[in-house]
């Protein structure tokens, strides 16, 4: 809720409030839209983290600090250059053409609808798709599978952002995918770490055009500077279904 301050705007994001607003990350915010805090000073209470995290590429035009062991400091982390980052990988998912969809658990809600969803989108744009049920990943399980490009993590918005610079692949989240592979989706200068709000019903979601005809198209690679192909007139992505339990292929 709101707590009244003299002279200052405060709203309060209450862990686990289930009351009118926006829920965040599992908080509560008393305002109409998240975009109603951009340029805001937030303070977070705590260590920090991948929740922080989240926060601050949901929120790219907010300062933030954290409030831990009675001491108030900026949060310290470069929020542009990490953008610049991921950014980088969207373009290393344009020059991909075999992606690997990990699942890091079956139990988060609507990953079947996500998983169809980035299927659709990966086979639209002429790219092979495969899935993969690892757990929590790492790189001795994903060195498994050097013939994949590009991993797409599906999990809860806690894990959904992954460091990959230790793996031999990039992983990218699945709103990175749809700026990849989509004209609709577009970038906003955010990094949407809830895949929940790529479906319908969510801040982010697009309708996919089902009906455009399949066509080439052509652009030049930031990072290798060849000329790609986004799609094919003549074939689709093909894709099968990869599950990997206990660090065993039981299928293909």
């Not at 990953?111 to 002429?126: T, W």
């Amino acid at each position: 809720g709101d707590t009244k301050v003299e002279g200052v705007e405060l709203v309060v994001g209450q862990c686990g409030g289930l009351g009118e607003g926006v829920n965040k990350f599992g908080r509560t915010f008393n305002v109409s839209s998240l975009e109603y805090l951009d340029g805001f000073n937030v303070v977070y209470v705590g260590r920090g983290g991948q929740i922080l995290l989240n926060f601050m590429f949901n929120l790219p035009k907010c300062e933030f600090f954290v409030f831990e062991n009675g001491s108030l400091v900026p949060a310290g982390v470069p929020v542009a250059k990490m953008m610049m980052k991921r950014y980088f990988l969207v373009e290393k998912a344009k020059d991909a053409t075999r992606i690997g969809l990990l699942v890091g658990t079956l139990g988060t809600a609507n990953f079947g609808d996500i998983l169809e969803r980035l299927r659709k989108i990966a086979k639209n744009a002429g790219k092979k798709v495969y899935t993969f049920l690892v757990g929590k990943p790492n790189v001795a399980k994903l060195a498994n599978f050097p013939e994949i490009d590009l991993f797409v993590l599906v999990a809860c918005p806690e894990t959904s952002f992954l460091d990959s610079k230790e793996f031999l692949q990039p992983i990218i989240t699945p709103y990175e995918l749809e700026l990849a592979c989509t004209k609709e989706q577009e970038w906003s200068g955010q990094l949407v770490t809830d895949y929940r709000e790529l479906l319908q019903g969510g801040r982010h979601f697009k309708e996919l055009n089902e009906t455009q005809e399949f066509d080439e198209e052509c652009d030049v690679s930031l990072i290798t500077g060849k000329v790609r192909s986004l799609g094919s007139k003549t074939e689709r992505g093909v894709g099968g279904e990869l599950m990997v339990v206990n660090d065993k292929t039981i299928s293909l």
